[in-house]
């Protein structure tokens, strides 16, 4: 059972507009999440991480909102450009689980069209 | 930077062979992590390593083992090759200890077939 779902699988968007990511999970201990980046042939880079202390956390053009309540974050990037065009997972963990275990969503294709 | 290499970026295998899939981190990471990824599933965790020897299975380990006898390297093996494990294999190393430290560092995968 996917503790960590991502339940658009794709979202196109037009250079410049903003993309709106989302994941939702159903483990209330979750209390840390990241995002990753992945192009094609390459494995996956950490883009921005959020800890549940904050509702927000904001690097450059990417920023990552909390709902601890709802249990959902969401990734904007803005404005977005034709280098965004990769798949983006959310990953969720307790802090105090041991080993740096990370629950994956299935991953969201954004396309960003000129 | 970290770099974490795989062995090869494609294999092609028959059902039945045996597979080493081969692992190596260049930043003295305890942590490394094998996943799978296959779509609409996404990454998901088929054994990870703490230290030298030392293993857990992840979520999906059946018809898989891993080995890790040196810090840097962790191998996945593929005891008896089947076709429902043609799949992206992506391996992974972190620091251990509270995020962010624990932020893992992937290789650029393997892309397997098995016939």
């Known amino acids: 059972d996917q503790q960590v779902k991502q339940n658009s699988p794709s979202l196109s968007v037009q250079e410049g507009r903003i993309s709106i990511l989302n994941c939702d999970y159903t483990?209330?201990?979750?209390?840390?999440f990241l995002w990753y980046k992945k192009y094609p042939a390459e494995g996956p880079t950490f883009l921005i991480s959020?800890?549940?202390?904050?509702d927000k956390n904001e690097d450059g053009r990417f920023t990552v909102f909390l709902n601890k309540s709802a249990k959902h974050l969401s990734l904007h990037i803005v404005p977005s450009q034709p280098g965004d065009s990769a798949v983006y997972f959310c990953a969720a963990k307790r802090v105090t689980d041991s080993w740096g275990k990370f629950q994956f969503g299935a991953g969201t294709q954004v396309v960003v069209t000129p | 930077d970290v770099k974490v290499t795989q062995s090869s970026r494609y294999l092609v295998k028959r059902t039945g062979e045996k597979v080493f899939l081969e692992c190596v981190q260049d930043m003295d990471h305890e942590n490394m992590f094998w996943y799978r990824q296959d779509p609409g599933l996404g990454l998901r965790l088929i054994y990870f390593s703490y230290d030298v020897k030392m293993k857990e299975k992840g979520d999906i380990p059946e018809g898989y083992s891993v080995s890790r006898e040196k810090k840097e390297r962790f191998s996945l093996i593929l005891e008896s090759a089947s076709t429902n494990q043609t799949s992206m294999y992506l391996c992974a190393s972190s620091l251990r200890g509270s995020p962010p430290k624990e932020t893992q560092y992937f290789g650029p995968g393997t892309r397997l077939l098995v016939l």
């Open positions: 483990n209330s201990m979750f209390d840390y």
């Open positions: 959020i800890s549940s202390i904050k």
